[in-house]
C-alpha cells in the first residue's frame, strides 16, 4: 500500500488512521532519511491511539512509554544502537510481544529483532513532486 502526503497534515492524519485499525501486540518498523517526517507519523499514529500525552522523539532514551491511549504505544528510537544485543537490556521483547503497540524508528539497525508479521513504513522524499511530498509505503499493514 503507498500513501501520497503533500504536507505534515497529511502525513500526520495518515498515521492517525492506520492506528485506528491496529491492535495489541503489533509492531510497526518506520524507516527513513533524517528530516523525513518520522515524528510527525509518530504523533500522527499516537492520536490514532487517543493519546493525551505529548509525544516526543527518544532519540536519546531509545524508548519513550505512552499509556493514555486505547493502546500504550511504546515509542523505539533505535538510532544509536550499534549492536542488536543492547535491545536486550531494554526488555525489547516485552514491548514488542506485550500488551501495547511497539513503534521502531530507524528498526534497520535491529532488523533481525522484528517479528516476521510487523508491519513496514518506509517515508521517502520525492523533490520533484515538491519539498514538502512524501511517499509512505506501507507493506504487511493489517
Request: charged letters at 30%.
Amino acid at each position: 500500500m503507498e500513501y501520497d502526503s503533500f504536507s505534515e497534515k497529511d502525513t500526520y492524519e495518515i498515521a492517525k488512521k492506520m492506528a485506528s485499525r491496529v491492535k495489541k501486540g503489533t509492531v510497526i518498523t518506520l524507516n527513513g532519511d533524517l528530516g523525513v517526517g518520522k515524528t510527525v507519523f509518530t504523533k500522527g499514529f499516537g492520536a490514532g491511539l487517543e493519546i493525551s500525552e505529548v509525544i516526543s522523539s527518544p532519540t536519546f532514551t531509545i524508548l519513550k512509554e505512552y499509556t493514555s491511549g486505547r493502546l500504550p504505544l511504546y515509542h523505539f528510537d533505535v538510532y544509536r544502537i550499534e549492536e542488536p544485543e543492547e535491545m536486550d537490556e531494554i526488555g525489547y521483547e516485552d514491548y514488542f510481544y506485550g500488551e501495547g503497540v511497539s513503534l521502531i524508528e530507524w528498526a534497520d539497525n535491529i532488523s533481525e529483532l522484528i517479528p516476521g508479521d510487523a508491519i513496514r513504513i518506509e517515508i521517502e522524499k520525492d523533490l520533484d513532486k515538491g519539498f514538502d511530498f512524501r511517499r509512505i509505503v506501507v507493506t504487511g499493514e493489517q
